[in-house]
């Protein structure tokens, strides 16, 4: 079975705390996302990359980046976090599988920016 | 562009009822479609999914049509229970580049004993 891990499942940061989100899959897939996830809007994408050092921005990239050193490993940072930032954050790779994409998803990060 | 259009929840049924929950696509082209549940506490993983027209996809009971006439994929159970309690994405590839969806809001699905 394909695991998608976060490094936490809730986190607490004080405005203008500088935050990393840690993602790792062990399935040797390309293709990693970053979301978030806020009642009634559904999935959000920040990033993705498609491959090591490579990165995309999504929908909402502003006040994020991301880091993509290793296949396995993708990072979501907060530079100076606030309080808007406060959500579920859902990482995810995918692969090709029966004629499309397939998407894995972590157990997500709960972020309260206090 | 590309969107994904799903019933407002939360749906609150009686165990052992049926089940539809309405999702409906604007995509150009023909891109796979995908419903995906949350269960409390926990990521998403994917339940169905169906790559063209007319396919049906299904899993632990669940069904779901592409429709393309109706540009749907509605997702059905013919009789819920309690643990089906759960939010449901519907979801669409992204034509120009196939590793990205495109997800609906997500309908929370609350079932009573």
């Known amino acids: 079975d394909v695991k998608v891990t976060q490094s936490s499942r809730y986190l607490v940061k004080r405005t203008g705390e500088k935050v990393f989100l840690e993602c790792v899959q062990d399935?040797?897939?390309?293709?990693m996302f970053w979301y978030r996830q806020d009642p009634g809007l559904g999935l959000r994408l920040i990033y993705f990359?498609?491959?090591?050092?490579?990165?995309e921005k999504g929908d909402i990239p502003e006040g994020y980046s991301v880091s993509r050193e290793k296949k396995e490993r993708f990072s979501l940072i907060l530079e100076s976090a606030s309080t808007n930032q406060t959500s579920m954050y859902l990482c995810?790779?995918?692969?090709?599988?029966?004629?499309?994409?397939?998407?894995?998803f972590g157990p997500g990060t709960r972020l309260t920016v206090t | 562009g590309d969107s994904v259009t799903q019933m407002e929840g939360p749906v609150t049924l009686s165990e052992e009822a049926f089940l539809t929950i309405n999702c409906t696509y604007t995509?150009?082209?023909?891109?796979?479609l995908f419903w995906y549940v949350q269960y409390p506490g926990e990521g998403l993983q994917l339940l169905l999914k169906?790559?063209?027209a007319d396919d049906k996809g299904s899993n632990k009971g669940f069904e779901a049509t592409y429709r393309k006439e109706t540009t749907s994929f509605h997702l059905e159970k013919g009789s819920v229970q309690v643990s089906d309690s759960a939010v449901y994405f519907c979801a669409l590839s992204v034509m120009d580049s196939n590793y990205q969806l495109i997800w609906g809001a997500g309908t929370k699905l609350i079932i009573k004993p």
């Open positions: 995509a150009t082209g023909y891109p796979s």
């Open positions: 995810a790779s995918s692969q090709y599988k029966q004629g499309t994409y397939e998407q894995y």
């Open positions: 169906a790559t063209k």
């Open positions: 399935m040797d897939h390309e293709n």
């Open positions: 990359s498609y491959d090591v050092k490579m990165k």
